[in-house]
C-alpha cells in the first residue's frame, strides 16, 4: 500500500511548482495524475510524462482506472502525490471509493464567474458546493499554492468568497 503524501487540486497538474517544491515538501517518489481530459490527449499525457524528474515515476490514469487502481492495490507502494485537475474530478473519485481525508486545494485557474479567494485560487459556486459536499464527508480542506505560503482553511476561504 502506498502513502499518500499528499493529494492536490490543480488545474495545471504537473508544473513547476509541483516538481521543485512539492515533491521535496511532501517526499513523494510517485505522481499520480488522475484526470479523464488528459487521458483524451496522448500528447499532452506525453508531455506530463516527461516532466519526471529522476527518481520520480509518474503514472497518468482516468478517474475510473485511477480509482480501479485505489480499491485494488492503495497505489502500490512508495510514497504518492496524487494530483486532480478540478474539485468535479476529486467528487467524482471520492463517490467511486477514494475516500481521501486531506486534500489541498493549489490552483484553480480564472474564468467566468469564477472569484479569487486565494492568490492564483478562484471559485464558482459549483466548486463551493462540491468543497462543502467533501467537508461534510469529513475531508480536511486547506488552500494553499507554495509551502511558504500559510495555509487556509476552508473556513476562511468561504468568508472571502
Same mark, same amino acid.
Not at 488545474?11 to 515538501?25: A, D, Y
Not at 487521458?39 to 520520480?56: E, L, R, S
Not at 481525508?101 to 492568490?119: D, T
Given at each position: 500500500?502506498?502513502?499518500?503524501?499528499?493529494?492536490?487540486? *490543480?488545474?495545471?497538474?504537473?508544473?513547476?511548482?509541483?516538481?521543485?517544491?512539492?515533491?521535496?515538501?511532501?517526499?513523494?517518489?510517485?505522481?499520480?495524475?488522475?484526470?479523464?481530459?488528459?487521458?483524451? *490527449?496522448? !500528447?499532452? /499525457?506525453?508531455?506530463?510524462?516527461?516532466?519526471?524528474?529522476?527518481?520520480?515515476?509518474? *503514472?497518468? +490514469?482516468?478517474?475510473?482506472?485511477?480509482?480501479?487502481?485505489?480499491?485494488?492495490?492503495?497505489?502500490?507502494?512508495?510514497?504518492?502525490?496524487?494530483? !486532480?485537475?478540478?474539485?468535479?474530478?476529486?467528487?467524482?473519485?471520492?463517490?467511486?471509493? !477514494?475516500?481521501?481525508?486531506?486534500?489541498?486545494?493549489?490552483?484553480?485557474?480564472?474564468?467566468?464567474?469564477?472569484?479569487?479567494? !486565494?492568490?492564483?485560487?478562484?471559485?464558482?459556486?459549483?466548486?463551493?458546493?462540491?468543497? /462543502?459536499?467533501?467537508?461534510?464527508?469529513?475531508?480536511?480542506? +486547506?488552500?494553499?499554492?507554495?509551502?511558504? *505560503?500559510?495555509?487556509?482553511?476552508?473556513?476562511?476561504?468561504?468568508?472571502? +468568497?
Amino acid at each position: 500500500m502506498a502513502t499518500i503524501a499528499l493529494c492536490r487540486v *490543480d488545474s495545471r497538474l504537473i508544473h513547476g511548482q509541483v516538481l521543485t517544491k512539492w515533491l521535496g515538501q511532501s517526499d513523494a517518489n510517485r505522481i499520480i495524475v488522475a484526470s479523464d481530459m488528459l487521458i483524451q *490527449d496522448p !500528447f499532452m /499525457k506525453n508531455i506530463y510524462m516527461m516532466a519526471a524528474p529522476p527518481g520520480v515515476e509518474i *503514472d497518468c +490514469y482516468g478517474i475510473e482506472e485511477a480509482c480501479e487502481h485505489w480499491k485494488n492495490s492503495q497505489f502500490g507502494k512508495g510514497n504518492v502525490l496524487i494530483l !486532480f485537475g478540478d474539485l468535479k474530478s476529486l467528487l467524482a473519485a471520492w463517490n467511486k471509493g !477514494f475516500e481521501i481525508k486531506k486534500v489541498q486545494i493549489g490552483g484553480l485557474g480564472g474564468g467566468p464567474k469564477r472569484k479569487v479567494v !486565494f492568490q492564483n485560487i478562484t471559485l464558482d459556486a459549483a466548486d463551493v458546493e462540491i468543497l /462543502k459536499e467533501l467537508a461534510a464527508k469529513g475531508v480536511e480542506i +486547506y488552500f494553499q499554492t507554495i509551502p511558504e *505560503d500559510t495555509p487556509q482553511t476552508l473556513g476562511q476561504i468561504l468568508k472571502k +468568497y
